[in-house]
């Protein structure tokens, strides 16, 4: 079976001991995720906290510009220190996950979606 689409989920803020949680998720085909992975990585994925704020901001233009296209999709979605205080990092993470891949699935077609058995998000 060919995958025709290809989804990415990160979490960034779970270290700190006060703040929110964000997630974000992004979405293509794996022909344009390969291109991508060449062209604006050099051929390989790199932590974003590698790269330089001038490279990020340089990234996010052109990813910003091919999601305007429909050539890429991508969500964030956020847990206020609220939500992790009353429900705990875990659940504010997977509701995170679950409304930022929500949104995402929503816009696309022909995908298909392998859930992790160690992720305990609900879709």
């Keep these: 079976m060919g995958m025709k689409f290809v989804i990415g989920i990160d979490e960034a803020g779970r270290g700190p001991l006060a703040g929110p949680v964000t997630v974000g998720s992004f979405g293509?085909?794996?022909?344009?995720?390969?291109?991508?992975?060449?062209?604006?990585?050099?051929?390989?994925?790199?932590?974003?906290?590698?790269?330089s704020q001038k490279k990020r901001e340089e990234i996010f233009a052109k990813l910003s510009?091919?999601?305007k296209e429909g050539v890429v999709?991508?969500?964030?979605?956020h847990s206020t220190?609220?939500?992790?205080?009353?429900?705990?990092?875990?659940?504010?993470?997977?509701n995170s996950i679950?409304?930022?891949?929500?949104?995402?699935?929503?816009k696309c077609t022909d995908?298909?979606?392998?859930?992790?058995?160690?992720?305990?998000a609900q879709s």
């Design 65 to 67: 510009l091919l999601k």
């Design 98 to 106: 679950h409304r930022s891949l929500s949104t995402l699935v929503q």
């Design 81 to 94: 220190p609220k939500m992790i205080d009353k429900k705990g990092i875990s659940m504010a993470v997977n």
């Design 28 to 51: 293509t085909t794996e022909k344009t995720a390969k291109l991508i992975l060449k062209n604006f990585f050099d051929g390989k994925l790199r932590d974003s906290k590698k790269l």
């Design 111 to 120: 995908i298909f979606l392998l859930k992790n058995s160690s992720c305990s």
């Design 73 to 77: 999709s991508f969500e964030v979605a």
